[in-house]
């Protein structure tokens, strides 16, 4: 045993925090389908779609460099969806949304400010419900 294990400093493996992100990034796609999919458009539902997607993008960044702080997670999160929303200022996603589809689901279609708002708020509670939830499983 090394001397970290022995004084309790070990730093905490990646393995649990990647696999639960990776299973809950699954559960977050599916539900934003369904939102997308199978409920009508309306304001509530292009809201819950924005707020899945920026739980989304948390929890990708959570998968790709689990050992991340939340803070710093929080922050990558944050610009992808900053940085795909303003894209959407050229009009570019609109008419690859146009010829394919799926695009839409990743690059959305129009700027709406509303939208970053959600990202921003979401972001910020998802990094702070990590952060709580490692700090709590931090101390066992």
Do not use: K, N
Not at 12 to 30: F, H, K, M, Q
Not at 69 to 81: D, R, S
């Amino acid at each position: 045993m090394s001397a970290q294990e022995q004084i309790g400093t070990r730093a905490p493996s990646s393995v649990p925090r990647r696999v639960t992100a990776g299973v809950l990034l699954i559960l977050t796609v599916a539900a934003g389908l369904l939102v997308h999919g199978a409920l009508p458009d309306s304001a509530a539902t292009d809201i819950a779609g924005d707020a899945l997607y920026a739980v989304a993008a948390y929890l990708a960044v959570v998968l790709i460099a689990p050992r991340l702080p939340p803070i710093t997670a929080g922050v990558i999160a944050a610009v992808w969806c900053t940085a795909v929303e303003l894209f959407q200022v050229t009009g570019l996603p609109l008419a690859w949304g146009a010829r394919f589809p799926p695009v839409m689901l990743v690059l959305g279609t129009v700027f709406d400010m509303r939208d970053l708002a959600v990202y921003l708020a979401t972001i910020a509670l998802a990094a702070a419900l990590d952060a709580g939830i490692r700090a709590i499983l931090h101390r066992r």
